[in-house]
């Protein structure tokens, strides 16, 4: 182990969370600490951290509220994060340096972990895809759309958040299936992207398209589903342009996440009118399954049937700043820490 | 046919839609007009209506919205209503003197129809029940209850508008399939004749209590069921209040129709954060289950196990201003209209 030591990075930099956001996450919600790894302990792998993914949800995690899905992150404690790194040694059966290792490895450079903490991923696609397609995104998108909303071909689907790292797979799953597919999203560049590149059939841009009448014009007799990842005006457009007995699946509700005072929600009464089905999920329930889904999800990798884009930022130290762009929308692509080169 | 003119009345009183409402119902909206029947045409039965229900729904049939689960009453026609009546004189096959029918008569003293329009009720309870436990309120509250909400014993229901026609009987037929019922009304008369007299475990006032800490001590591990009639603020505690994996039949949101512009709704992450579902029916789509739903309630009924209470106003004339009464609260039981004694 002495020995390790000396090979191996034992310098290492993790953000803490200092104190719960109020409002939009400020830098100085969180603290750098610098430290010096210990010597790696008998079962245990280190490993190197090489892309972090930065996602809506964490702007729940950093909150108080006990009743979440998930247990907040503890103030003083490493900030949690799903993540893609390497083994750069190994104390632990079953884990080899050089193995690829996807988890919730937190926004660290460097983490000891067991080997019941990650999952071995395959290195047969660039890594870069276990942040999108085969990670949290793809998991959500394809249980999202594929489970709860169990699509038929010929459906009518609308999508919000449709450029986002989750949307922009459901809209391309569905149309995988035969679905013809709205995506609303918040720029004329990133309306133009889904219907040129990845072949959404429409697409408005919420801040300057009228939704509830876009709706109207493409889906006539109603949309058969919605998928959620925003809430607001979009929600209330989609619940009053649904088909009687269509199904709503509520992914995300990002507009409110940064609320300091409890935001209203769409009037309901299109629920009962249109009979309709409101669901809601959380990915956490189905992490064992996440295997399947990538499996899946591969097919339709392999037939070209699903594109991608990831916004990549340089720097771990990046991260207390860089997550924003996700609530102001000015990312493109799955926002991604580039924490370590591969 | 002339015999029949002299001894059965001719002279009717009818109440047509105007205008559609603005906010509340006001008289104006309607118009009453006196007739002479015609001479009842072959094939044809004159109903003579003893018992009117006035219904939440109403709103919306009277307002201009085409895409509600029922066209709008057309203006200038007689407003629609589910009543009771006996059969004064019949020309059709299966209908005779003396018969109970129920069916959507309207609002009117007399009116023609033809069998299909109507259904013979036997007249083995009193001719009230037909207004509620084997009527829309009944036949709603089983449905919605036991269909949609499939419920489990042992298991925590709420429902609001808990005094309410539909309310009051969700709460007990919950109680008598082994629920833990909590319900929510506007006074305390109300949350005292549900606790005392229909057997809820608790009652709470949303005039006075403060509903979200209330729903956490009666059911700290969270509502498995949420029935909603009502809408607004009890919604949102309801929301804020329910299990893991619950469900929100969503039957009436009676706070809104009124609205003149459109209100908003509760703020929707729990339905992420406690993977809920919400879903709305709508009675008309199930007409022609009807029956069966009626011989199940009079089977709870037969073992005491459905109380009930009507609100009687005396009078057609009376029913433009008493159908206000549904939407400020102030009707204590099923809020019926008597057309006529039977």
């Known amino acids: 182990m002495t020995i390790a030591q000396e090979i191996y990075p034992v310098n290492n930099t993790r953000i803490l969370l200092k104190q719960r956001p109020f409002g939009m996450i400020k830098p ?23 892309y972090l993914s930065l996602d809506p949800a964490m702007r729940g995690w950093v909150s108080a509220d006990e009743n979440s899905y998930v247990p907040p992150v503890p103030l003083g404690s490493t900030m949690r994060g799903l993540a893609v790194g390497v083994i750069e040694e190994s104390n632990a ?23 019941k903490d990650v999952n071995v991923v395959p290195q047969v696609v660039p890594m870069e895809a276990y942040m999108g397609i085969l990670g949290l995104a793809g998991a959500t998108a394809y249980y999202g759309l594929m489970e709860v909303g169990e699509p038929k071909a010929g459906q009518t689907l609308c999508v919000t958040g449709a450029a986002g790292s989750v949307g922009s ?38 801040k300057t398209d009228d939704l509830e009448a876009g709706l109207r014009a493409f889906a006539p007799e109603g949309l ?29 509700l990002i507009s409110n996440y940064n609320a300091t005072e409890m935001p209203s929600g769409p009037e309901l009464s299109a629920i ?8 809601g999920f959380v990915m956490t329930d189905h ?48 926002l991604t820490i580039r924490v370590s080169e591969l």
């Open 224 to 252: 058969d589903l919605h998928f959620e990842n925003v809430g607001g005006a979009p929600l209330q457009a989609a619940l009053h342009n649904m088909k009687a007995h269509g199904k709503l699946i509520i992914c995300g």
């Open 169 to 206: 797979l459901v809209g391309q799953l569905a149309k995988a299936n035969g679905l013809r597919v709205i995506g609303i999203a918040g720029s004329e560049e990133k309306c133009k992207w889904l219907t040129e590149e990845l072949g959404f059939d429409a697409a408005l841009n919420y």
């Open 93 to 115: 059966e079953g884990l080899k340096r050089g193995d690829w290792v996807s988890g919730f490895l937190g926004w660290t450079k460097l983490i000891d972990v067991e080997p």
């Open 28 to 50: 100085e919600d969180f603290e750098i600490v610098e430290e010096t790894m210990p010597a790696l302990a008998a079962g245990k792998a280190r490993v190197r951290v090489v």
């Open 287 to 334: 992490l064992d399954r996440f295997g399947e889904f990538f499996q899946k999800l591969g097919g339709y990798m392999s037939k070209g049937q699903l594109k991608y884009r990831l916004d990549i930022v340089d720097g771990l130290e990046s991260a207390p700043t860089a997550i924003n762009r996700l609530f102001v929308g000015s990312n493109t692509g799955k």
């Open 272 to 279: 009962i009118k249109k009979r309709l089905t409101m669901q």
